[in-house]
């Protein structure tokens, strides 16, 4: 009993420093170190995508209409948020020709992150998508007045609109 008590704890103290530097070789070698390797998007899948082409018989009110189903239903949460508190505060007052940028801006990209990005300022904004309104978004999503921006707006105040 005694010597198949001592190989079992030979065994165990043996098995156990021989797995100690792996194990530890590992941890050290994956940790975060706050920079990321350089991606080369090689595994990226561009799903190709109609075109956008400007609607230009599109009565106003409908397009406005459209522009702002078109904010609150994006491909990602943080845009649905941005962009259609974006909408309910400027949509209504906007020209024909910011209209029109704004259709384009929030339709032709095929990265609804790109728009994030750009409004972000955290990636620069293509010549093409620059003016008037993603000006307006820019210094939106600073929210210098520190609202609360957690959820789209209700539609309760289309309502109050239309009256």
Do not use: H
Not at 28 to 34: A, V
Not at 99 to 122: K, M, V
Not at 140 to 158: I, V
Request: contains cysteine.
């Amino acid at each position: 009993m005694l010597c198949s008590a001592l190989a079992k704890r030979l065994v165990t103290g043996v098995c156990q420093a021989a797995w100690r530097p792996v194990v530890t070789g590992l941890v050290s070698s994956r940790g975060y170190r706050g920079d990321a390797p350089d991606d080369t998007r090689g595994d990226l899948i561009e799903i190709p995508l109609p075109p956008w082409e400007q609607k230009l018989d599109e009565p106003t009110d409908i397009k406005r209409r459209r522009l702002l189903y078109e904010s609150r239903k994006r491909g990602m949460l943080e845009n649905c948020i941005l962009l259609s508190l974006f909408a309910k505060r400027y949509l209504n007052t906007m020209s024909e020709k910011q209209l029109q940028q704004y259709d384009r801006l929030i339709n032709e990209p095929s990265n609804d992150w790109d728009i994030y990005y750009w409004a972000t300022e955290a990636q620069p904004t293509p010549d093409v998508y620059q003016g008037e309104v993603m000006d307006l978004l820019k210094e939106f999503t600073k929210n210098r007045n520190q609202e609360q921006r957690l959820d789209a707006p209700s539609l309760e105040y289309l309502e109050k609109e239309s009256q």
